[in-house]
């Protein structure tokens, strides 16, 4: 699976206004009419069932240059938000500063897949912030970053 290039994104979510969030990979555009996208929160995450709660969540889409925002959502536990600037979205899910684009959806529904789930989103709100910066790659393990061919 190491071969497959894809962007990375924070999913992030607000139960009670307690910030939760993770770093994924697992994001998909799934359909234009109505508005859908899904992603795969492993069974093992501690933070999707604080977002399946809040009902709602939001991809963040990271830029080239926030490898370390990604480091610190790929971790479980700690105050991953504590030196993280965020305002809260339609969802009243976590939109975090100096990303280059947002997907903010209501859960609409999720399916058992092994030891993860898919969830599906249905979008409520989604903005590009920033088209001068490229997206942050994963391939092979390593981060990278996009140059045109
Ligand atoms: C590039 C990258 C992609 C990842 N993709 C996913 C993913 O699609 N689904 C998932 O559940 N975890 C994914 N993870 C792992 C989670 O970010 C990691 O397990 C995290 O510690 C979960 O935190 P939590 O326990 O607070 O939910 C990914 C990590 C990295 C670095």
């Known amino acids: 699976m190491g ?3 894809t962007g990375v994104v924070i999913v992030t979510g607000a139960a009670d206004g307690e910030p939760a969030g993770f770093a994924a990979q697992s994001f998909v555009s799934l359909s234009l009419e109505p508005p859908l996208v899904a992603l795969c929160p492993a069974k093992t995450s501690t933070s999707w069932p604080r977002i399946r709660a809040a009902g709602a969540f939001c991809i963040n889409v990271l830029g080239a240059d926030q490898q370390d925002v ?3 959502f790929a971790r479980s536990g700690g105050a991953k ?3 993280m600037a965020w305002r809260a979205g339609v969802t009243g899910a ?3 500063d100096g990303v280059i684009a947002y997907v903010d959806c209501s859960l609409e529904a999720e399916h058992d897949a092994g030891d993860h789930t898919i969830a599906v989103g249905r979008v409520q709100n989604l903005a ?3 088209d001068s910066r490229g997206p942050l790659l994963f391939f092979r393990g390593q981060y990278g970053q996009f140059a045109a061919a």
């Open 128 to 130: 590009v912030l920033d």
């Open 70 to 72: 990604c480091a610190v």
């Open 81 to 83: 938000f504590e030196r």
């Open 94 to 96: 976590p939109i975090l």
């Open 3 to 5: 071969q497959f290039c």
